[in-house]
């Protein structure tokens, strides 16, 4: 069965749902670019790593995210009940799995951290704590293209 209110504006929906997976692939070849702390540095090692790089300036949780709007687009293209069953529970998860690692690394990472970077992907940069150009250069232009590649054939791939 559909979901009323998505079958309802089926071509928005859609195209919002292209816009989500575009956005989660977008973050998949990027996910090598960002580093982590190891829980048994001492302090003066952690607050090397608290510099942002890569995909970190994006997001604190790429991984969650991309799985998040991935799920999410799923939800809007498919609008059937079994979509909503299927990939909900993988947003849910995602949200709630990010939150509860951010509250984990409370206890390692400074406040600092948390006021210049995002839970939500792009705030961060725009309040102005973090640099899209910076980021652009400490990915690389080759995992870029791999990112625009991907998208090309998610594009192509959903719209055939």
Not at 43 to 55: A, L, N
Not at 65 to 78: D, E, K, N, P, T
Not at 83 to 99: K, N
């Amino acid at each position: 069965d559909d979901v009323p209110l998505l079958a309802q504006n089926k071509d928005f929906y859609s195209k919002l749902g292209l816009i989500f997976a575009l956005k989660g692939v977008f973050l998949i070849p990027l996910l090598s670019t960002g580093k982590s702390i190891a829980p048994g540095m001492n302090k003066k090692q952690r607050e090397r790593f608290f510099s942002f790089q890569g995909v970190l300036r994006i997001t604190r949780h790429p991984t969650f995210w991309m799985i998040a709007l991935i799920s999410i687009s799923q939800i809007l293209r498919g609008q059937k009940y079994s979509d909503m069953y299927f990939y909900l529970p993988m947003v849910i998860e995602a949200l709630l799995g990010s939150l509860h690692q951010d509250q984990r690394l409370r206890k390692w990472y400074p406040s600092e951290y948390f006021d210049n970077s995002s839970w939500y992907p792009y705030a961060a940069i725009l309040r102005g704590k973090q640099s899209l150009t910076k980021a652009i250069d400490e990915m690389g232009y080759k995992t870029l293209s791999l990112s625009v590649i991907l998208c090309v054939i998610t594009l192509w791939y959903c719209t055939r």
